[in-house]
Structures are given as structure tokens and as C-alpha cells.
Nanobody
Framework: QVQLLESGGGSVQAGGSLRLSCVGS????????LGWFRQAPGKEREGVAA????????DYADSVKGRATISYDNAKNTVYLQMNNLRPEDTAMYYC????????????????WGQGTQVTVSS
């Protein structure tokens, strides 16, 4: 069974940076894609970034392009999300996920989820 555990969230001021981490128990047979999603209170969960594990393809939401980078360390079974120049509108619970999505940024296509890590950006 795949287990995902996020960390790295916190409170930062606008313009700051955070690196989120997500350790998986076993990615090998779990998924073709790894993704980061976020959900703010009262809003739908949205895709932030996703990557294909067996190639170089990455996908980013328009709202974070140029500010976010997703990466994966195979030796550590860990996927990262580096977020720079954070904005108050980035405030949300951030989740990592693993799955076999037809659309990499569509949350309903993912089958394994972590519990989330909170990111709060103050102005």
C-alpha cells in the first residue's frame, strides 16, 4: 500500500520561499505520475504541479509557472515542490498524490494521497 507523508509547510511572508517534501513508502509499482495539489478553505482542490516519473515531462498551473519547481529524488523516494516568491493567494493545504492520470493536474485522476501540509503566506 502506498503511503505519502508531506512536510515542509509553514508560515512565510509574501516573497518568501518554501520547499515541500513528500516521502512515499513505495513508488515503484504505485504510479506513473506524482503531483502536488492545494486546497484553500471554501475552494476546490486544484493542481499545482505534476511530473511523469519515467520521463522529463512536468506540468504546472498557470498561477505558479515560473515560481514553482517539482522534482523527484528516486533514492529517497521523495518528491519536492519548491515554491518561490510566495503570494497570499498561495495560502492553502498542500497535498501530494500519486496515480495514473489522464490529465496530470486533475486531482480526481489520482488514487493515493497524503494528509497535507499547511502553507500560510502573509502580506
Amino acid at each position: 500500500q502506498v503511503q505519502l507523508l508531506e512536510s515542509g509547510g509553514g508560515s512565510v511572508q509574501a516573497g518568501g520561499s518554501l520547499r515541500l517534501s513528500c516521502v512515499g513508502s513505495d513508488y515503484t509499482s504505485a504510479a506513473t505520475h506524482l503531483g502536488w495539489f492545494r486546497q484553500a478553505p471554501g475552494k476546490e482542490r486544484e493542481g499545482v504541479a505534476a511530473m511523469y516519473r519515467y520521463g522529463s515531462r512536468t506540468d504546472y498551473a498557470d498561477s505558479v509557472k515560473g515560481r514553482a519547481t517539482i522534482s523527484y529524488d528516486n533514492a529517497k523516494n521523495t518528491v519536492y515542490l519548491q515554491m518561490n516568491n510566495l503570494r497570499p493567494e498561495d495560502t492553502a493545504m498542500y497535498y501530494c498524490a500519486a496515480g495514473y492520470p489522464l490529465r496530470p493536474l486533475r486531482h480526481s485522476d489520482y488514487i493515493h494521497w497524503g494528509q497535507g501540509t499547511q502553507v500560510t503566506v502573509s502580506s
